[in-house]
C-alpha cells in the first residue's frame, strides 16, 4: 500500500469512519443537592439542588454525544474532531422528586428529567487556523511541505493521517519539541532537512491512487492532550489498533473550552 514517508520511516494512517452523530435532543434523568447554609433562605437551597441536578445532566448528555462519534471498531475511528466541542443546551426541564433528605434535614435532593440539546461551537469562534499543502497530488517520490497560520498565539499538533489504520504525530517529535505557533505568522513543515515528506507506494498495494490527509490541532495553551504510542525514528506512531488514542484526544479536547482549541485538515492524494 503507499505511504507518505518521513526521512526513511513509513507513514501509517488510519482509515476512518465518522459514527452519526445525535442531531436531535435527548431525554437525560439526574439528580441533584445542596445543604441548607447558616445565611441561606430555603429557596435558595432548592435552586442550588436544581442547578446542580441540571449540570449533571448537561455532563451526561455531552458524554452521550461523544460517545455517538466514537470507536464502532477497533480499525474505525472518527476522523472530524471538531465534534469533541460539542456542549449541552436544556430545552425543558421536569421536576421528578423533591424533598429534603429524611435523614438530614440540612440536605435538600431533586430529582430532574431534561431534555437537553447539543450545541456545536460557529465557525470562526475562537482561534482559527489556515492549512496547506506544497502539493496535493503527488507523483510516488515526490515530496511535499505542510504549510499553516494561527489567528493567535497557540501550540499546534500536526498529524499523518495514512489510509491502512494508523496515525503518525509530525510535530512536536523528538528533534524538535517547540509547537509553539505565533498568531499570523506563517509556518512550514518540515522546516530543515533533517526531515523529508515524500510520497511512496508499499509494495502490495496495487492500486493507482491513494487519498491521505494532514490534521493540524491547535490549542490556546500546551497541553497533554497526546497519549503515548510507540516511537519509530522521529516520530510517535499509533496503530490501528490503538483506538485508545482517538478516544482520549476526544476526551482531553471536550475539557477544554470549544474557543480554545481547533482543527483543519487538508487532504491530499499521491499517484503512480
Same mark, same amino acid.
Given at each position: 500500500?503507499?505511504?507518505?514517508?518521513?526521512?526513511?520511516?513509513?507513514?501509517?494512517?488510519?482509515?476512518?469512519? $465518522?459514527?452519526?452523530?445525535?442531531? =436531535?435532543?435527548?431525554?437525560?434523568?439526574?439528580?441533584?443537592?445542596?445543604?441548607?447554609?447558616?445565611?441561606?433562605?430555603?429557596?435558595?437551597?432548592?435552586?442550588?439542588?436544581? !442547578?446542580?441536578?441540571?449540570?449533571?445532566?448537561?455532563?451526561? %448528555?455531552?458524554?452521550?454525544?461523544?460517545?455517538?462519534? =466514537?470507536? $464502532?471498531?477497533?480499525?474505525?475511528?472518527?476522523?472530524?474532531?471538531?465534534? %469533541?466541542?460539542?456542549?449541552?443546551? @436544556?430545552?425543558?426541564?421536569?421536576?421528578?422528586?423533591?424533598?429534603?433528605?429524611?435523614?438530614?434535614?440540612?440536605?435538600?435532593?431533586?430529582? @430532574?428529567?431534561?431534555?437537553?440539546?447539543?450545541?456545536?461551537?460557529?465557525?470562526?469562534?475562537?482561534?482559527?487556523?489556515?492549512?496547506?499543502?506544497?502539493? =496535493?497530488?503527488?507523483?510516488?517520490?515526490?515530496?511535499?511541505?505542510?504549510?499553516?497560520?494561527?489567528?493567535?498565539?497557540?501550540?499546534?499538533?500536526?498529524?499523518?493521517? %495514512?489510509?491502512?489504520?494508523?496515525?503518525?504525530?509530525?510535530?512536536?517529535?523528538? @528533534?524538535?519539541?517547540?509547537?509553539?505557533?505565533?498568531?499570523?505568522?506563517?509556518?512550514?513543515?518540515?522546516?530543515?532537512?533533517?526531515?523529508?515528506?515524500?510520497?511512496?507506494?508499499?509494495?502490495?498495494?496495487?492500486?493507482? %491512487?491513494?487519498?491521505?490527509? !494532514?490534521? @493540524?490541532?491547535?490549542?490556546?495553551?500546551?497541553?497533554?492532550?497526546?497519549?503515548?504510542?510507540?516511537?519509530?525514528?522521529?516520530?510517535? &506512531?499509533?496503530?490501528?489498533?490503538? =483506538?485508545?488514542? &482517538?478516544?482520549?484526544?476526544?476526551?482531553?479536547?471536550?475539557?477544554?473550552?470549544?474557543?480554545?482549541?481547533?482543527?483543519?485538515?487538508?487532504?491530499?492524494?499521491?499517484?503512480?
Amino acid at each position: 500500500m503507499k505511504r507518505l514517508f518521513i526521512a526513511t520511516s513509513m507513514l501509517i494512517l488510519i482509515m476512518v469512519r $465518522v459514527a452519526h452523530a445525535y442531531e =436531535t435532543p435527548i431525554w437525560i434523568t439526574a439528580e441533584g443537592e445542596a445543604y441548607l447554609g447558616e445565611i441561606e433562605t430555603q429557596k435558595e437551597v432548592k435552586e442550588r439542588a436544581k !442547578i446542580d441536578a441540571q449540570n449533571k445532566a448537561v455532563e451526561q %448528555a455531552v458524554g452521550a454525544f461523544i460517545k455517538s462519534h =466514537t470507536l $464502532v471498531s477497533n480499525n474505525q475511528v472518527a476522523e472530524d474532531l471538531i465534534y %469533541a466541542a460539542v456542549r449541552g443546551k @436544556i430545552e425543558k426541564v421536569e421536576i421528578i422528586k423533591e424533598g429534603w433528605d429524611e435523614k438530614d434535614r440540612n440536605l435538600y435532593k431533586v430529582k @430532574i428529567k431534561a431534555l437537553i440539546k447539543p450545541v456545536y461551537p460557529e465557525k470562526g469562534e475562537g482561534i482559527s487556523v489556515k492549512l496547506s499543502l506544497s502539493k =496535493t497530488d503527488l507523483k510516488e517520490g515526490e515530496e511535499v511541505k505542510i504549510f499553516y497560520q494561527a489567528s493567535s498565539d497557540c501550540y499546534i499538533y500536526i498529524f499523518s493521517v %495514512a489510509a491502512d489504520g494508523s496515525v503518525t504525530l509530525l510535530l512536536p517529535n523528538s @528533534i524538535n519539541q517547540d509547537n509553539t505557533v505565533k498568531a499570523g505568522k506563517g509556518y512550514q513543515f518540515p522546516s530543515d532537512e533533517k526531515i523529508k515528506l515524500q510520497a511512496q507506494f508499499l509494495p502490495e498495494y496495487k492500486e493507482k %491512487a491513494a487519498e491521505e490527509k !494532514i490534521k @493540524i490541532i491547535a490549542t490556546r495553551q500546551k497541553e497533554d492532550i497526546i497519549p503515548l504510542g510507540f516511537q519509530q525514528g522521529f516520530f510517535k &506512531i499509533y496503530d490501528a489498533k490503538q =483506538t485508545g488514542m &482517538i478516544s482520549d484526544l476526544v476526551k482531553r479536547l471536550n475539557q477544554l473550552e470549544p474557543a480554545d482549541w481547533t482543527e483543519a485538515t487538508a487532504v491530499y492524494t499521491i499517484k503512480r
